[in-house]
């Protein structure tokens, strides 16, 4: 069952990849999701699109939310900027442990500052981090938690003109309160990118990017 996933995948993990090297185990990950057991981890083929935005926008400061094994937190700190800070934050203690070793292991330890617990109470602590603001926020939790995540961010003050929302999942499992809200606000201007579920070239899912304009 999809239960021990986070763990079956980290004994693959041990047995099978190249330490200090992130593509290796980005690769490593995509290659048992697709030929052992299929995990939520955002995948390859949207991964490209993820990669893409975060070039384009080249963020100095990133936040994740959803960790599940890292797998997305190495694509992002893989094409960031040197002086950036990258905070991931995962709800999960299981799933955030075996993060914190994949993470370790691919040796990006000093590129990801990863924090337990549930974002509604991770937010509101970010200013006191010395976060003024985020460039860019990759959302992969809890597709429920999606429009009120990016509302706390703006209220928080965590938002400034050009920051960039990154989302997952906006077909399948889908989050349509926050498609509704972010495409119908004037604040966010929104491209969706058509694309399919990872690792199930036949469902089709999507990612959508909403720039803040303020
Ligand atoms: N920081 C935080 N705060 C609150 N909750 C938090 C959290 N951090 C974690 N969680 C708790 C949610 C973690 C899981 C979220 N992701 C998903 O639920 C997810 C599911 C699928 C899926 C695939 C095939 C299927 F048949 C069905 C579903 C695909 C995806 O790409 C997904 O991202
Ligand atoms: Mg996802």
Redesign the pocket.
């Known amino acids: 069952t999809?239960e021990g996933f986070h763990l079956r995948l980290l004994e693959h993990v041990r047995k099978t990849v190249k330490p200090g090297d992130a593509s290796n185990m980005i690769a490593t990950i995509d290659n048992y999701c697709y030929t052992v057991e299929?995990g939520?981890?955002?995948?390859d083929v949207?991964g490209k699109i993820l990669d893409d935005i975060v070039l384009e926008t080249n963020p100095t400061t990133v936040l994740e939310?959803?960790?599940?094994c890292g797998y997305s937190a190495l694509r992002i700190a893989r094409n960031l900027p040197e002086n950036s800070r990258f905070f991931t934050?995962?709800?999960?203690p299981e799933?955030a442990a075996v993060a914190k070793e994949i993470i370790h292991t691919a040796g990006m330890d000093d590129k990801i500052q990863m924090l337990i617990?549930?974002?509604?109470e991770?937010i509101p602590q970010f200013k006191g981090m010395g976060v003024s603001h985020f460039d860019l926020v990759f959302v992969?939790?809890?597709?429920d938690?999606y429009k009120p995540?990016v509302i706390l961010l703006e209220k928080e003050g965590l938002l400034k003109k050009g920051s960039v929302i990154v989302a997952?999942?906006v077909v399948?499992?889908g989050s349509p309160d926050y498609i509704d809200y972010v495409r119908n606000n004037p604040k966010f201007k929104s491209t969706n990118y058509m694309s399919e579920?990872?690792y199930?070239k036949d469902?089709v899912?999507a990612i959508e990017k909403s720039i803040y304009i303020g």
Do not use: I
């Open positions: 999809a299929s939520m981890n955002v995948g949207k939310l959803g960790t599940f934050v995962e709800f999960n799933h617990g549930p974002s509604q991770m992969d939790h809890e597709k938690l995540d997952d999942n399948y499992p579920l990872e199930h469902v899912d």
